[in-house]
């Protein structure tokens, strides 16, 4: 059974930090490609980040570009998403997603690539 858990989201205050967690099992992490989508209240869910199995490919939206930082730790089979100077807009359910992929350079960003999905972690930007 594929299992992916985020943690590490709350309450911030605009222009601060938080780190999200991704913990996937029941998959070969280390031969998978992950990413970051976030759905804010009354929109639809959008990519934030992706990474390559291998780490050494990433992409993001422009929205968080420079101030997002995606990671991971196949040792661990742990991905991570870095956030810094938060907005207001930032605020939203944020989901990692997870799929294995043949070849170590690829990443994917669009959600019909990926079935396998966490239950998602609230992300509040807010004095």
């Known amino acids: 059974q594929v299992q992916l858990m985020e943690s590490g989201g709350g309450l911030v205050q605009p222009g601060g930090s938080l780190r999200l967690s991704c913990v996937v099992s029941g998959i070969t992490f280390s031969k998978s490609t992950t990413a970051w989508f976030r759905q804010a209240p009354g929109k639809e869910r959008e990519f934030v980040a992706a990474i390559s199995r291998g780490g050494g490919q990433t992409y993001y939206a422009d929205s968080v570009k420079g101030r997002f930082t995606i990671s991971r730790d196949n040792a661990k089979n742990s991905g991570y998403l870095q956030m810094n100077r938060l907005l207001p807009e930032d605020t939203a359910i944020y989901y990692c997603?997870?799929?294995?992929?043949?070849?170590?350079?690829?990443?994917?960003?669009?959600?019909?690539?990926?079935?396998?999905w966490g239950q998602g972690t609230q992300v509040t930007v807010s004095s």
């Open positions: 997603a997870a799929e294995e992929v043949g070849y170590s350079g690829t990443y994917y960003y669009l959600e019909s690539q990926f079935h396998n």
